[in-house]
């Protein structure tokens, strides 16, 4: 069973850091592009950047400067460091991995989200 989860989320002050991991684990051939998303209360679900299998990183305007996008293909893990965060930053954090698992089978795996909240 292809799984693709998150950790890494908590409280943190204005000006902190966090660093949240994603990681693919199951039968997985290959793995595409990645990405990492957020969702604020009553508001919709946001792109944050991706990056692809050669390491190549897009970001949103919002965060740009302030937060990377990194990723280890032989440990099948996506991670993206915060600094800089801001009480607008609070969301739930999704990450997304586009996988093949056969050589048919290819489709984005979505996580469960990991909270981060930034507050004094």
């Known amino acids: 069973q292809v799984q693709v989860v998150e950790s890494g989320g908590g409280l943190v002050q204005p000006g902190g850091s966090l660093r949240l991991s994603c990681v693919a684990s199951?039968?997985?051939?290959?793995?595409?592009?990645m990405a990492w998303y957020r969702q604020a209360p009553g508001k919709q679900r946001e792109l944050v950047g991706t990056i692809t299998s050669g390491h190549v990183t897009n970001y949103a305007d919002s965060v740009k400067g302030r937060f990377t996008i990194s990723r280890d293909n032989a440990k099948k893990t996506m991670y993206l460091q915060m600094n800089s965060l801001k009480p607008e930053d609070t969301a739930v954090y999704y990450c997304?991995?586009?996988?093949?698992?056969?050589?048919?089978?290819?489709?984005?795996?979505w996580g469960q989200g990991t909270q981060v909240t930034v507050s004094s």
């Open positions: 199951g039968s997985i051939l290959s793995i595409y592009d």
């Open positions: 997304n991995g586009d996988l093949s698992i056969s050589f048919v089978t290819r489709r984005t795996y």
